[in-house]
Every structure is written in C-alpha cells, then in structure tokens.
C-alpha cells in the first residue's frame, strides 16, 4: 500500500484550523484526522456525545464537536512536550479537562476549574458558538494549562497576574496554530516574513469579535477579538483606568494582556530570524523555543505586583540556562520596545546573575499550593457595600530579581506594594461589576451589579479561616 494509500484509509473529519473568519471572508474548513482526547499529560473530553465522523460541515453540532475536539487535541499536542515532567491539570479539574459546547445565550467562553464551556449567540443572522472556534477553545485551555503550571495564580488579586493568564491563553492559540505546516505557510506568506506583522495567526478570534462589535463597536479591535501584532507599552495597571476602548490600554485583563502578548509575537519574530531556515520549519523552530522558554519562566517567576518583569527576566535566564543565551537580544528587543523591561532592567540580567541565583531557578517545580507565594490582606467591607472585613491574596514573593517595567517618562517604574495592586485590582473588579455579592453579605449600602448579562468572574464568600470575609475567583472568561 503506497503512503497516499494509506492516508486515504485514515478517518477525517472537516474543521476550521483557527477560526470562522467573519460573514463577509468565512474560512473554510479542511480535513484532519479523528482527534484523539486522551493525550497525556493534558487528556481532554468533551460533555457532548462524540458524533460519527462523517463530514459534516459547518452550522451543524457534529462540525463543531468535531472543531473543538481538534483544537483541544493540538493544544494538548502544543503544551504536553514543554511542561515539566509529572505536570497535570490542577486537582479540581480531574484527570481530563471537560469541554462544554453549549452552555447558554451569550458571546463568550470561560475556565473554571471544573471544565472549560463554550456559549453561543445569533447576531444578525449568524449563529457564533465560541467553541466552531479553535482559537477560542486553545485559548480556554491555554488558562487550565498556566493553572496546571502556577496554581496560585487563579486567585492572586492582582491585574497583572490576572492579564498574564489572558495573554497565556492568546499565546497557546497562537503557538498551536503556529504548529499546522498549513497556517505556517499562510503567515509567512501573508507577512512575507516580517511576523511582527498582523495575520491570520495574530489576529485572534475574528467571528467572536465581529458578533460583539455589532452591539458595542469600540470594545474589540476593528478585524478580530485581539491583535497580538501591536504597539502597547507598559504602564502600571493600578495608574490605568478600569475599562476604555479597545484601541487604549486599561487594567481590564484582557486588554492589559496585549502589551505581553505583543511582546511574546516579536519573541518569536526575532527568533525566526535567528534561524538557518528562514522558512515554515524555521517558523515552527522559533515557536518551540519561545514556547518552552514561556513554560520555563511561567514556572520560576515568583508572583510579584510588577509580575510582567519578572516572567521576561525569567524567559532571558531560561534562554541562558538552555541555549547559553542566543537569544537574548531578541528577547531584550521585544521585552523592551513593549516597556516590560525597562533599559536598565533588560541590562541586568547577565549570565553572571543568572549563575548567582540560578539554584533558585533550577529548583522551581510546577503547582504548589493554590495560596503560595500569596499574602492574605485585609480591607474594611464598608467601602465594597458589604458586611464583614473583606480578605485578598496580594502578590508577594520575593523578588529573584530586581527589575521593573519601563516608566514611559524614562527610567523605571517603581513596583506598588502588594497591598496597594490588591485592592485596587478589588476596586476595579466592583467597578467593572465582576463580583458576586450573595445578599447575606450585602450592606444597607451595597451596590453590586445583579445584572443577568454580566458574568461574574468573582464572588464574596466566607473566608475559610472563619473569620470575615473572602474574595475569590469564579472563572477567566
């Protein structure tokens, strides 16, 4: 039997590779191979019945099982090969993490330890289910991947962890489109290989972003839900305003997430042209590296309130520590130019001072304790319309290294001290109406956002020292 043979005799089933595209330029979709969930170390499952793989095509539930099962496959196929060995998904989620592809009328998707669930909406015609999109679904599984890695993350009351779990999930739909020789070959086309450059695999969720523009036209980028080929320089988020249009910067995570995200895009632009192949197979080097060395400083960086710096330190060391920092000057570049690292910072990290406190990175293991590396931060409940003092977990490792964002005046910016990014990462959520306040703990004064049409990402509970009260993390939506 010749090698066509046998790949003729190979079940398939059509699916989108990224996304739907929007009304006017739909993508269409391709064959790949019967997906298989069950890929360790992240094995997947999906809530619905698995439909037999007879081609169907777009509109129909089959497609979609069918797209969100490939998409959860590669995800898992992306990650698996860079995370350390003996990493799972956190305990909550279970042996598999579970996809729910209906699970109510709205534009959005979300993980919340116990599964990940996609919904759907009819807007001017068109059905847009989030999960017909694989970016949507790599993107949901990119957060129970980082919860897997840093635990500690999920509940730590800060913007900028929080906004790094947005980019992480940007960046796992773009490394497992980056990894189909097929979209590689399309980007390097489409950006005649400058990708810094926006394409297909930048732009991310161009239909869910379409649906959302029809009701509210400033709230996502003009071509797509997010752009990671953009020009968004660091500020602290706790100087940021809470909300704005897509084309500002705010503390909401998911628009503070460009400035990493874009940073991560040109990390892997400088790679690529480091390569001796400056083709597909050079593209798909590069995203490899930039990949494992993103799992690498995902792992060691501590969870501090000037959280970006430290990830980047930590990606510079890690390229240290594997490549004997080739690198370093692409990473410096993209770190740099986003204002994540400030020029004296970029300067610091030399392979001297990754050496002298290399021990403390070369110990770091996945997981932990779901409240490491967090100090608990008491705040009057007065204020937030509730009952009972009110209990955060601020950011506050210590620091491996001394460095910050850049301050857009020069120089760098001075870190908040944890208590200060805790509570106001509190103030901007009531301001965004993200919490939940059962009516128990609600004041005679409360003012919190009941407003069916909002999701809450947060919610007011007792804290489980008995004392007071807690805030703690629903889901990343």
């Known amino acids: 039997m010749t090698v066509q043979q046998q790949q003729a005799t190979i079940p398939t089933v059509l699916v989108y590779e990224d996304d739907p595209g929007l009304p006017a330029q739909v993508t269409m979709p391709v064959p790949h191979p019967v997906p298989q969930l069950d890929i360790q170390p992240f094995p997947t499952a999906i809530a619905e019945a698995a439909p037999q793989p007879d ?22 196929r992306t990650w698996g090969p860079l995370v350390p060995t003996g990493t799972q998904w956190h305990p909550k989620v279970g042996r598999a ?230 690198y370093g000057q692409s990473l410096r570049s993209a770190f740099i130019r986003h204002g994540i690292l400030s020029l004296e910072a970029a300067a610091s990290i030399t392979e001297p001072e990754v050496a002298r406190r290399g021990a403390g990175i070369t110990e770091a293991t996945p997981g932990g304790g779901d409240d490491e590396g967090l100090m608990a931060v008491t705040v009057h409940g007065a204020p937030y319309g509730v009952t009972q003092p009110l209990t955060l977990s601020a950011p506050a490792e210590e620091r491996r290294f001394g460095i910050a964002g850049s301050d857009p005046a020069g120089g760098s910016v001075r870190p908040a001290d944890p208590e200060r990014v805790a509570t106001s990462y509190l103030e901007d959520l009531f301001r965004r109406g993200r919490v939940h306040v059962p009516e128990e703990h609600r004041s005679i004064a409360a003012f919190a956002d009941d407003s069916p049409s909002r999701l809450k990402t947060h919610e007011i509970t007792r804290s489980t020292t008995g004392e007071g009260l807690a805030l703690v993390r629903l889901c990343f939506d």
């Not at 991560?264 to 197979?281: C, M």
């Open 55 to 76: 081609g169907a095509g777009p509109g129909t539930e089959a497609f979609r099982y069918w797209v969100a099962a490939d998409a959860l496959s590669r995800a898992s």
């Open 97 to 326: 993490l579970t996809a729910h592809l209906n699970a109510g009328n709205d534009l959005n998707a979300f993980y919340d330890r116990r599964g990940v669930s996609f919904f759907r909406r009819t807007v001017a015609g068109v059905t847009v289910a989030a999960c017909e999109s694989s970016e949507v679904v790599e993107h949901e599984t990119g957060h129970a991947i980082l919860d897997a890695l840093r635990p500690q993350l999920f509940n730590a009351a800060s913007a900028e962890t929080a906004a790094l779990h947005e980019a992480f999930g940007d960046i796992s739909a773009l490394l497992t489109s980056l990894g189909l020789e097929s979209l590689r070959i399309m980007v390097m086309a489409e950006t005649q290989g400058n990708l810094e450059q926006s394409s297909r695999v930048s732009r991310m969720a161009e239909q869910l972003g379409w649906a959302i523009r029809q009701g509210n036209p400033s709230a996502v980028d003009p071509d797509c839900l997010r752009n990671l080929s953009n020009s968004f320089f660091y500020r602290d988020p706790v100087q940021l305003p809470p909300n704005g249009p897509a084309n500002t910067l705010s503390s909401e995570p998911h628009s503070f997430s460009r400035v990493f995200s874009g940073a991560f895009l040109k990390v892997i632009a400088g790679i690529f042209r480091q390569q001796d192949l400056q083709d597909q197979a050079g593209l798909a080097k590069a995203a490899e590296i930039a990949g494992q060395l993103l799992v690498d400083a995902a792992v060691a960086a501590p969870v501090v309130s000037a959280y970006y710096a430290q990830v980047a330190g930590h990606m510079i060391a890690a390229d240290q520590r594997r490549n004997g920092g080739k």
